[in-house]
């Protein structure tokens, strides 16, 4: 489904004539790309889900906020707003994140909901929730929770 939505996307932006957009669409579809031949060597012809992809978008995005610290700090401003450009692209494809207040009452759901006790269950812990809410909560901070309750 998702998928469908970045090419549908990138047909979209191609008509409208939007060059930021065309650019960064085929930057992500090429990203997928890689991502389904690494796994097809695996043995998984169907490529990545839609969970993974979701993931590989956040990263993209943290890598762009990265990269627009680094532009600030070297006084290239135009550069840093083509990333800020490229990060409204590619957040319109990612779920609605969750609020930090949120975010913490997720953690302690999923911890009660698997019987989570110690720092030994923090692996299923955070493997639960990529497996619920891929897409839409910064794992490492969600991780640093998990260390406060399991801790």
């Known amino acids: 489904m998702l998928r469908q939505r970045l090419n549908d996307s990138l047909k979209e932006a191609m008509k409208a004539g939007q060059p930021r957009s065309v650019a960064t669409v085929r930057l992500i579809l090429a990203a997928l790309k890689d991502r389904d031949i690494t796994v097809r060597g695996q043995g998984n012809l169907g490529g ?6 979701l993931t590989m978008l956040q990263s993209m995005v943290k890598q ?5 610290a680094m532009y600030e700090q070297g006084g290239r401003p135009d550069l ?8 409204a692209v590619i957040e319109s494809f990612l779920p609605t994140p969750l609020a930090e207040d949120e975010v913490a009452d997720v953690v302690a759901e999923v911890i009660d909901d698997i ?8 692996g299923r812990t955070m493997a ?8 839409r909560m910064d794992f490492a901070k969600a991780s640093a929770l998990v260390k406060d309750r399991l801790g």
């Not at 762009?64 to 627009?68: H, L, P, T, V, Y």
């Open 80 to 87: 840093a707003s083509q990333e800020a450009e490229e990060i």
């Open 128 to 135: 639960a929730l990529k497996e619920r809410y891929a897409g």
């Open 48 to 53: 990545i889900g839609d969970d993974e992809i």
């Open 64 to 68: 762009r906020r990265d990269s627009i």
């Open 115 to 122: 019987g989570a006790r110690t720092m030994k269950d923090m």
